[in-house]
């Protein structure tokens, strides 16, 4: 799952770094990441929506099927990108890990408390999984 969610974290960071005149359209609202219940935003009118919703179809598992239904994807796929300054571009992926293992770090929010599941072995964020990237979009304009 881990290589399935690097792949699709990379995807969108390129995605973003061919489309950087507007790589701020990209950010998500990380209390509602891209995938959230497995719905994704349809197609549109810009490279962003186009992406968004292609992105967001490999993230439920689209790139493979097994009688009609998504088998390509991490369990419970869900993308972010977040931006504090409009250059710098942090794309994740969270999924639901099969076994409780340490939470990720505080810092990454993606997929926050989407997957601990009450009384289980992976209550809390134990079963929480992220993969992130960076992604610097350069300011090519001369100083003033």
Known sequence: QRAQALMLVQDL??????????????????????GTDGICPAAGDSRQEDDAAEWCTALMGAAETKGGANVGAVVGGLGCVESDDGIRFVVSVAWQGLAPLAAP??????????????GSRCEGEVCRRVVSTVVEIADLTEPE
């Open 13 to 34: 960071a390129n995605r973003i770094a061919m489309n950087r005149n507007n790589a701020a359209d990209y950010v998500t609202d990380v209390d509602s990441p891209i």
């Open 105 to 118: 770090p505080e810092g990454v929010a993606c997929g926050l408390g989407a997957f601990g599941l009450d």
